[in-house]
Structure formats: C-alpha cells, structure tokens
C-alpha cells in the first residue's frame, strides 16, 4: 500500500532541542494503527534477560504488528515508553535509536516503579499513521 503520509518534526524557538521530536505534524494520514503495549518475553511467555534483550523484542513485535496493516517502523507518529529502571536508559537509547528510523515520533518516556512482573523491564506503545 503506498502512503502520501508526511511527518514534519515541530520545532519551536524558545523550545530547547532534544534527540526526538517536540512535536510532530501529520498530514496525508488515511488511518491509524493503535499498538498496544508491547513486552520483552520469549514465545513461551519466559521473560528474556536485560534491557537490551527485552527492547529488541518489544520493537520486533511492533514491528510485526504494523507489518500486519502494511506498515513499517517509519509510520509511528507517538511512542509511550515505559521503563522500571532509569538506569536502563543507557542500554534501551542504542537499542531503540538503531531500530527506530529518523525523523523520530513524538515520544514520551517514564519511568514506573513497577509493571506486570518484576522481570519485566520495558513497555511500548505506539501509535501509528498511514
């Protein structure tokens, strides 16, 4: 399916620059893709181990949830990442920024003390425009 979809990164003077977008203006959409919040386990539903394990598998299932509209990665206009840990910045940012294409989505990141399972570490959602 092809998109006329457009992103433009909404960038503000007097809104200092991040490595994401301020905001993000979508124009051409012809629908939506909502992606529920996506976790780090293996098919068996056995949490895999560390950040980076359990984010490479999030993003791998999201990608596969778009794949099924006819989407790829670059059609996510927002992302709502949750983390239990703010030390794992360090390893879920290279992670997330080798498997996310530019410009960004608008992004939101928190972190919460806990989520399903003390074993998790990471949670997405996304939502996406085509």
Request: no cysteine.
């Amino acid at each position: 399916m092809t998109s006329t979809l457009s992103k433009r990164v909404l960038q503000p003077a007097g809104v200092p620059p991040v490595p994401y977008a301020q905001g993000l203006e979508v124009t051409g959409a012809q629908r939506l893709v909502f992606v529920s919040g996506q976790v780090g386990t293996d098919a068996d539903g056995h949490w895999l181990a560390g950040i980076e394990a359990q984010a490479r598998e999030v993003i791998a299932r999201i990608t596969a949830i778009l794949a099924e509209s006819e989407l790829g990665l670059d059609a996510i206009v927002k992302l709502t990442i949750y983390l239990t840990d703010p030390a794992d910045f360090e390893g879920f940012m290279p992670v997330a920024a080798e498997l996310m294409p530019q410009p960004q989505s608008a992004i939101t990141a928190l972190v919460v003390p806990f989520l399903s399972s003390p074993e998790q570490l990471v949670e997405i959602e996304a939502i996406a425009a085509g």
